[in-house]
């Protein structure tokens, strides 16, 4: 970079990306399963400020579970579905199967991440203290999947994920700059983009010297309930409130 130069970070601004986590096992189509993770990610590049919404993943739209709407129709259909939600204009998406995930947090290496209280796994797996600790990938990967032993259930799952997304931008970063390239062709090795090659590499950039803390990590309001025998998630009316706060890229502590 040039001294003094400012970094051109994408033409538009606020910038909006759908970031999407299939259950696609190992060896099974990546984006032909099942959505389990599923948020936005905005980002303000000249002040490094930005957002991380969470949808639950059985959040009830078009007359079926979010989850279930990628299955034989894609990335593209759950762009379309969160742009008719939150009326945001969304440029694209990226998206990892737990395949895709392994392989990223295999090249990151073990991640640290601070949990604000202890979490149950609802399972057979070990639980998760509270306070700063070393996660494997597989541990990683297991944080993000679980939702039983969790008070909210599918809100407390989508916000993990939220959590995830942070510790590992805060660990790529503390690599320094000169470690984006490598992280992009990570990324290429590893997951699935629409984003041409220029706001991909723009949008890397803009998340690589964005600041963690900048980011609020929230999940879309609603109240569970059941459609017939499935239990599902009805989205609450005040989540407009909070997508018209988010037009501007950020979310304002006060909503």
Known sequence: MLEGATPWLGATSPRTLLVIGSDARVGEDQLGLRADSIHLLTLVPETGQGAIVGFPRDSWVRGGKLTNLMPGRGPDYMVEVINEITGIGIE???AVGFEGFLGLMDELGSL????PRAM?????WADYPAGPQT???QLALRLARIRKGLPAG?????FNQGLIMLAAMTMIQGQGILSLPGWVAAYE???????????FLTWAAGAFIASPESLTNVVVPGRNGTVGAAAVVFISDSAETL???????VIDAAS
Do not use: A, C, K, Q
């Open 92 to 94: 694209g998406w990226v």
């Open 120 to 124: 149950r796994s609802g399972n057979n």
């Open 243 to 249: 997508f018209r706060d988010l037009d501007d890229g």
């Open 135 to 137: 996660l494997t990938p």
């Open 154 to 158: 599918d809100f407390d799952r989508t």
């Open 189 to 199: 090795r590893h997951g699935f983009t629409d984003l041409d090659t220029v706001p």
């Open 112 to 115: 640290e991440i601070d949990l």
